[in-house]
């Protein structure tokens, strides 16, 4: 089994997500100009945030260009999945079927997301057995 992941805070998530953004590692002064108008930050506050961030293995410094430049180790793919998994587990007793139907029954979802979803497990149904077809 995976290892679980470490849970992201708010702040936290915002600065991977400018991270995983980016094609090539990036230096702090470029995450603190795309966090502009959503966290009115210091350096020295996004610089803690980035050192915490490293603690938790979500990112590495490459210090050997005379600037610091930060790449991501966890994939966003596999912190989302990751994240996922744990909220299901805790929220909703690991049950994808408990989810939708609380949400059915709050009215958070319409019978549209509803039919939304029966269309895309078709579709995930169809092209599984398409590939066993094709073995």
């Given at each position: 089994?995976?290892e679980?992941?470490?849970?992201?805070?708010?702040?936290?998530?915002?600065i991977?997500?400018?991270?995983?953004?980016?094609?090539?590692?990036?230096?702090?002064?470029y995450?603190?100009?795309?966090?502009q108008?959503?966290?009115?930050?210091?350096?020295?506050?996004?610089?803690?945030?980035l050192?915490?961030?490293?603690?938790?293995?979500?990112?590495?410094?490459?210090?050997?260009?005379?600037?610091?430049?930060?790449?991501?180790?966890?994939?966003?793919?596999?912190?989302?999945?990751?994240?996922?998994?744990?909220?299901?587990?805790?929220?909703?007793?690991?049950?994808?079927?408990?989810?939708?139907?609380?949400?059915?029954?709050?009215k958070?979802?319409?019978?549209?997301?509803?039919?939304?979803?029966?269309?895309?497990?078709?579709?995930?149904?169809?092209?599984?057995?398409?590939?066993?077809?094709?073995?």
């Amino acid at each position: 089994m995976a290892e679980m992941v470490k849970k992201l805070g708010e702040a936290e998530l915002e600065i991977m997500q400018v991270i995983w953004g980016s094609e090539i590692p990036v230096t702090s002064n470029y995450i603190l100009k795309q966090l502009q108008g959503r966290r009115k930050w210091q350096l020295s506050t996004l610089m803690t945030s980035l050192s915490r961030l490293i603690d938790k293995g979500f990112l590495s410094c490459d210090r050997s260009t005379g600037s610091n430049l930060y790449s991501w180790i966890i994939s966003e793919n596999a912190y989302k999945t990751g994240a996922s998994r744990h909220f299901l587990e805790k929220l909703y007793n690991n049950s994808i079927q408990n989810m939708v139907a609380s949400l059915y029954s709050a009215k958070a979802i319409k019978s549209s997301d509803v039919e939304e979803l029966k269309d895309f497990l078709n579709r995930l149904e169809a092209e599984a057995s398409g590939e066993e077809d094709a073995r």
